[in-house]
C-alpha cells in the first residue's frame, strides 16, 4: 500500500476506444500527489526513474495565475466547475482495483514522498502525476495557499478560516492512466483548441445581474442609462449584448468596451478590478498606486451619477459642436474618427486630462464648452491624418490636447510623442 493510504478513485468513462476515470477530491488530498511544475517527464528509465526533456517548460502566466488567487481568497461562492486533467504512469501504480463500478488506484510511495520534498523546496524533486490541463488552477490554489498561510502565521483567524476551507473544496478530476507524453498533448490541445471564448459582454452583462456592488455592476449601469437615454450622446449608440441588430446596423461602440473605460477610471489595473469587485465602497477611498482615477472617488463615495454626469456632459459637448462628424445612422461603418472605437478612446482620455488639470468636481450643459470649442479648427474627418486605429487616436489625443492646453515651451514632450506618431503615418498622408 502506498504511504498514508493514498488512494485514488474514479468511475471509468469510455469514449471511441478511450478510457479514463472520472472522480472527485478535495485540494488537500490533490496537493499530496501532484503540483505544479515547468518540467515535462517523456518517459522512464530501466530502474523506473523519470526522464526528462530538459528543452520543454510548461510555463504558467502570472496575471491569471494571480486571479485564480484572488478569486479563491476574495470570494466566499468561489468555485470550480470544470474538471483537472492529470495523467498518472504505470510505474507510480502499486494497484489497481474494480469494486461495484469504482475503479481504486493505490500509489506508490514515491509521489506522495516527492511531492513532499518539492513542498520543502527541493528543486529536483520529481512530480510524478501529470497535469495535463489546469496547470493555472492547480498553480493559482498554490499561490492562495501560500498567501494565506502567511497570514496565518501572523495570527489572522479569518486567514485560517479561509485556509481551511479551500483545502476542503472538491475538485472534478479526469485521470488518464499511462498514457504517452503525445497523448497529454493532444487531450490538451483538444481541450484548449475547442474551448468557445465567452463573450466579455455576457460576463458583463451577468455582473450586473448580481445582486453584489462593484464597480462593473456600476460601469454596466452607466452604460445602460447612456444608450438608453433619447437626450444621451450615446443615445442607441453601444451595442448591446442580447439586442437585436441585422446585419447593416452596427452601433460603433460595445458594451463591453464602455465598461472597461470605466472602470479603468475606478480601479487602478484590471486585477485591481477584480479585487475592488470584493471590497466595499468606502475602501476605495485608499489608493496604493498613483494613477489618476477622477471616478474612484465617485463610486467610493456613492456618487455614481456624478460619473454618469460627466460622460453624459462632456461627450454631449462634443456632440453639439461637431455634430456632422458625431452623428452616426448605424447603417454603414463609421466614416470618420469621432465615430470610431478609438476616437472615443481619444476624447475620454482627453476628458480625464481636462479634470486632472482643471479640478472640475460637477458638471452642467456649460461645464465642458470652454474646453471643447477649442478644438473648432481640428478637422476630425481627415482620415489620412486620424486614421481610425491605435495610432490614430494616439494622434487624435494629442493633437487635442496640445490645443486645449498650449505647451510653455518646446520641451513639452507632448510635442515629441505627436511627432513620433505622425512620422510612422504613410507618406503619402
Known amino acids: 500500500m502506498a504511504v498514508n493510504g493514498t488512494i485514488i478513485k474514479g468511475f471509468p468513462v469510455y469514449q471511441n476506444g478511450q478510457d479514463f476515470l472520472i472522480g472527485k477530491a478535495s485540494i488537500k488530498d490533490i496537493l499530496t500527489y501532484t503540483r505544479y511544475t515547468e518540467r515535462v517527464i517523456i518517459g522512464f528509465d530501466e530502474d523506473e526513474n523519470p526522464i526528462y526533456n530538459n528543452h520543454v517548460q510548461r510555463k504558467v502566466e502570472t496575471p491569471r495565475v494571480n486571479k485564480i488567487a484572488d478569486f479563491l481568497i476574495n470570494d466566499q461562492e468561489a468555485t470550480f466547475p470544470t474538471n483537472i486533467v492529470l495523467g498518472i504512469p504505470m510505474q507510480m501504480i502499486l494497484s489497481q482495483q474494480n469494486h461495484d463500478g469504482i475503479v481504486e488506484i493505490a500509489l506508490d510511495e514515491r509521489v506522495v514522498d516527492q511531492i513532499n520534498l518539492a513542498k520543502n523546496g527541493c528543486l529536483d524533486a520529481d512530480v510524478f502525476v501529470t497535469i495535463i490541463d489546469g496547470q493555472h488552477r492547480i498553480r493559482g490554489i498554490e499561490v492562495a495557499i501560500e498567501r494565506l498561510q502567511k497570514e496565518v502565521a501572523n495570527n489572522n483567524l ?16 479526469s485521470f488518464f492512466i499511462d498514457k504517452s507524453l503525445e497523448y497529454h498533448a493532444m487531450i490538451f490541445s483538444t481541450i484548449n483548441r475547442t474551448q468557445k471564448r465567452v463573450s ?47 446585419k447593416k446596423m452596427s452601433p460603433p461602440l460595445s458594451q463591453a468596451t464602455m465598461i472597461k473605460s470605466i472602470v479603468a477610471l475606478i480601479s487602478e489595473s484590471l486585477r485591481e478590478s477584480e479585487n475592488d469587485k470584493y471590497r466595499k465602497r468606502k475602501e476605495l477611498r485608499k489608493q496604493n498606486g498613483t494613477k489618476y482615477l477622477p471616478f474612484r472617488h465617485y463610486y467610493a463615495n456613492n456618487q455614481d451619477f456624478l460619473i454618469s454626469d460627466c460622460l453624459f456632459y462632456f461627450f454631449s459637448a462634443i456632440r453639439s ?27 475620454l482620455q482627453l476628458l480625464v486630462e481636462i479634470i486632472k488639470r482643471t479640478g472640475i468636481t460637477s458638471f452642467d450643459s456649460e461645464t465642458f464648452n470652454q474646453y ?14 486620424f486614421p481610425m486605429s491605435t495610432k490614430g487616436k494616439r494622434i487624435l489625443y494629442y493633437t487635442m490636447s496640445l490645443t486645449i492646453f498650449p505647451p510653455s515651451d518646446n520641451e513639452d514632450e507632448r510635442i515629441a510623442k505627436l511627432e513620433l506618431e505622425k512620422s510612422k503615418l504613410p507618406l503619402n498622408n
Open 158 to 173: 479569518n486567514a485560517k478560516t479561509k485556509l481551511d476551507n479551500l483545502l476542503n473544496i472538491e475538485l472534478v478530476v
Open 321 to 347: 459642436k461637431f455634430y456632422n462628424y458625431w452623428y452616426f445612422d448605424g447603417d454603414s461603418k463609421p466614416q470618420n474618427i469621432l465615430q470610431s472605437t478609438v476616437g472615443y478612446e481619444a476624447l
Open 372 to 385: 471643447v470649442n477649442l478644438l473648432v479648427d481640428i478637422d476630425f474627418g481627415d482620415t489620412k491624418r
Open 200 to 246: 466579455q459582454d455576457l460576463v458583463y452583462s451577468l455582473f450586473g445581474l448580481s445582486s453584489e456592488d462593484t464597480p462593473y455592476k456600476t460601469a454596466l449601469e452607466v452604460t445602460l442609462a447612456l444608450n438608453a437615454h433619447p437626450k444621451s450622446p450615446f443615445y442607441h449608440r453601444i451595442k448591446l449584448y442580447g439586442g437585436e441588430y441585422d
